[in-house]
């Protein structure tokens, strides 16, 4: 089974939109734990705990509300990822390569370091991209994955935590909890599972804060690579964005 841990600040009837999307497209057994934050009272890693601890499958799977499945049968697809591979710990659609000490915003080692897609909407709808970080469509291992859809063995809860005291809020929990899995695991990036995202990451003062924290958290093995020939500098050619308005796979979510 496949668990499925969302951390909520949506009420009303249209908190179950997310809900009908997973089930509706996963085409595996799952469970869905919903940690109501619409008081605002957890942080991300706080609330990411909680499901851990309600967690009955042998996936965890952590996601954004805002984020949604565009094609069928994505559990049987993420299933596979850990099946053919033991090393496998995690499974993201976004991340990078390498990690810069002095700049840790995870996309800027460019390409061809980053890799995966993602579909972001835009201006309310008006607006469809598919951003494409790198077109090698093969699995690729990375160093850190977008906190928006990840995917980590139960298991391996048994030794790791995402971080609620050093990340408290909303940034980094992702990055931590990947370089916690890359002590006994890989972590990887597929092209095989298609999410549409409806908002943006922002650095605010809270990121700032955040980073800080995990420099010097990670001060002695920053910066961090999974290839042989890591970039020396940031790289500005980024994602490419397409504008897809009109073509946009179509999934019903209500």
């Excluded at 001060?219 to 073509?247: H, M």
């Amino acid at each position: 089974m496949i668990s499925i841990i969302v951390c909520s600040r949506i009420s009303g009837p249209s908190r179950d939109i997310h809900e009908r999307n997973v089930k509706k497209t996963i085409a595996d057994e799952c469970e869905y734990i919903r940690i109501d934050n619409t008081g605002n009272e957890y942080g991300l890693a706080s609330a990411y705990n909680r499901g851990v601890d309600k967690a009955r499958g042998s996936i965890c799977v952590f996601m954004h509300e805002d984020a949604f499945f565009m094609e069928m049968g994505w559990g049987a697809a993420l299933r596979k990822k850990f099946d053919a591979d033991p090393g496998v710990g995690l499974v993201g659609v976004a991340g990078t390569q390498h990690l810069f000490a002095h700049d840790l915003r995870w996309h800027i080692a460019g390409r061809p370091y980053i890799r995966g897609r993602v579909i972001h909407e835009l201006d309310k709808g008006s607006r469809f991209v598919l951003s494409v970080l790198s077109w090698d469509k093969a699995d690729a291992e990375v160093v850190a994955v977008d906190g928006l859809f990840f995917a980590i063995r139960t298991e391996l809860f048994n030794a790791i935590r995402f971080d609620a005291d050093n990340f408290h809020r909303f940034h980094f929990y992702d990055l931590d909890i990947c370089m916690q899995v890359r002590q006994t695991h890989r972590c990887i990036v597929t092209w095989d599972l298609l999410l549409k995202h409806l908002s943006a990451g922002k650095n605010d003062a809270d990121w700032y804060e955040a980073a800080g924290k995990f420099r010097r958290k990670y001060r002695r093995v920053l910066p961090v690579s999974c290839v042989p020939d890591p970039p020396e500098r940031i790289n500005p050619e980024g994602a490419i964005n397409y504008n897809i308005k009109g073509k946009a796979p179509q999934i019903t979510i209500i």
